[in-house]
């Protein structure tokens, strides 16, 4: 069976890839095999921050310049790291899913206890699509400004087009553990107001010099400051994972997940519709806000607008904010004007 775990967030500087990275060395530690699908597109982030060299990318198995076999890189520790750059945005394209057809079922993947995906970088519909990859989504929320409404949009979005994993939060680059608590429930009261869904908090990372020092190494906090703070939180964070026996799906080859993810990359996002949110007065969840009566709650957006969140969408169409008729000032409400001249009503929580 197959841990598919996408560490994400909404927002880059989150820490993915360092969490990514020496949770993996952490589960390697316990005797599971892990792979690292390291999806960033502009590098490869995880070769990097190892210092390991890689001898294939997917794009050289899709062209054929080399075997699924050659793709995995392994660490010391035994991890496997698959890069994906730049095929990711190969398989985005019209005809990815004949290109990823040449990924045979050779089972690269097969009896790997845990794959872990650092997405760092990608496009918000790629980012998507491997959350809905996945059996579930570590997010990482952190103090900047901002990061708290890109993460709950992430969330927004996950839920209108069908996730149906678990949400565990990691909170990260905090003071003391008093703030990162704060910084959670504060997160964790407005998704559920809003949208319905429990989080659970994983661990709180107080900030650690120890991160960065060991980033400019190119080494992982784990293997540099086995017992530096930011690696014990890593180290409960496995073994949460370790003891966990959540659902973790059939398990998986190569071939079948980049099947996957090319048609679910290729799909056009649901971005408004009827929400999940809790009653004002009795506490209930009821779906009060949907769309004008000149749409309806099955109309799709272009996967090629880039929506990740309110900006996006608001960048991407004339719209225009309304009264909220609820009366919650908290929420704002926008009716965003489509191409065909009908509108879609779009709920926001600052």
């Not at 793709?71 to 095929?87: C, D, F, K, M, Y």
């Not at 026996?245 to 971005?271: M, N, P």
């Not at 965003?336 to 709920?347: K, N």
């Amino acid at each position: 069976m197959t841990r598919i775990i996408s560490v994400t967030s909404g927002t880059g500087g989150a820490g993915k890839t360092f969490l990514c990275i020496d949770l993996a060395l952490a589960l390697a530690g316990l005797g599971r095999r892990v792979v690292i699908l390291d999806c960033a597109s502009d590098t490869d982030n995880v070769h990097a921050r190892l210092n390991i060299p890689r001898d294939a990318c997917l794009e050289d198995v899709l062209d054929g310049r080399a075997g699924i076999a050659e793709l995995p890189s392994r660490h010391p520790s035994g991890v496997e790291i698959i890069a994906a750059h730049p095929g990711v945005e190969r398989l985005a394209m019209p005809d990815g899913g004949r290109s990823g057809s040449v990924l045979s079922d050779e089972s690269v993947m097969h009896g790997a206890e845990s794959i872990l995906i650092d997405s760092s970088s990608c496009n918000p519909r790629a980012v998507v699509a491997f959350c809905q990859l996945s059996t579930e989504v570590i997010l990482l929320l952190h103090p900047d400004t901002g990061a708290q409404a890109e993460n709950y949009a992430l969330l927004k979005i996950l839920l209108l087009n069908g996730f149906g994993g678990r949400v565990s939060i990691v909170v990260n680059k905090v003071d003391d553990l008093a703030s990162g608590e704060r910084l959670f429930e504060e997160f964790r009261k407005t998704v559920l107001h809003y949208l319905a869904l429990e989080l659970s908090l994983m661990e709180v990372i107080i900030s650690d010099p120890s991160v960065r020092l060991a980033a400019s190494s190119q080494q992982s906090p784990l293997q540099v400051f086995p017992h530096s703070a930011a690696v014990a939180s890593v180290r409960a964070i496995a073994g949460q994972i370790g003891r966990d026996e959540h659902d973790q799906g059939d398990a998986l080859t190569v071939g079948q997940f980049w099947g996957t993810y090319a048609r679910l990359v290729q799909t056009s996002l649901i971005v408004a519709g009827q929400l999940p949110i809790r009653d004002q007065e009795d506490g209930e969840t009821s779906a009060r806000l949907s769309e004008t009566d000149s749409g309806n709650a099955d109309d799709r957006i272009d996967a090629d607008r880039g929506l990740a969140g309110i900006s996006d969408i608001l960048a991407a169409f004339d719209h225009e904010r309304i009264r909220n008729p609820a009366g919650d000032a908290e929420d704002e409400l926008y009716a965003i004007r489509r191409e065909d001249g009908s509108s879609l009503i779009c709920a926001w929580h600052e």
